[in-house]
């Protein structure tokens, strides 16, 4: 296998995917009596810089990395909104389809069906379906508890070149 169990190649691999992702990462010797505070007290370690944006690297995991488990069908003006930043409300949703867990990775497609980004469903799709097309101050009565103002935060969600999905609807 091109992976060990522990070996420097294994290490020096790991130290490349977390400073890609904008971790750091220290090499150090494991064995003695509390390896952390040996590393405070100046033991000997070697340390990878983060290269990588944390933010940025989230963002690239939610499009790439995480499988969909749903699609969130919403309207035009939920795609001007989420052009201009914003997050996705529940009264911009106009269709939930699939079964997926809150925080599960979901597809938002515009009025014709396209795919316009993915985002971190903050409901599940049974949730989801309760408010959707509903204004964020009626969830709680809708649910029977207060729940997140968006269905998508927009920290939990990438948008892919949109085009002309806000004219359409």
Known sequence: S??????????????????????????????????????DTGARHTRFAAQGNPATARKQWIAGALEPAGRLLVDAGAVRALMQGRSLLPAGVKAVEGRFNRGDAVIVAGPDGIEIGRGLSAYSDADARR??????????GLLGYRGRDEMIHRDDLVLHAVGDHARAG
């Open 2 to 39: 091109d992976v060990g169990s522990g070996g420097m190649r294994t290490k020096l691999m790991a130290a490349k995917i977390a400073t890609a992702a904008g971790c750091e990462m220290w090499i150090a010797d494991g064995r003695g009596l509390h390896p952390l505070r040996a590393l």
């Open 131 to 140: 408010i959707s097309g509903y204004k964020s101050r009626e969830i709680e």
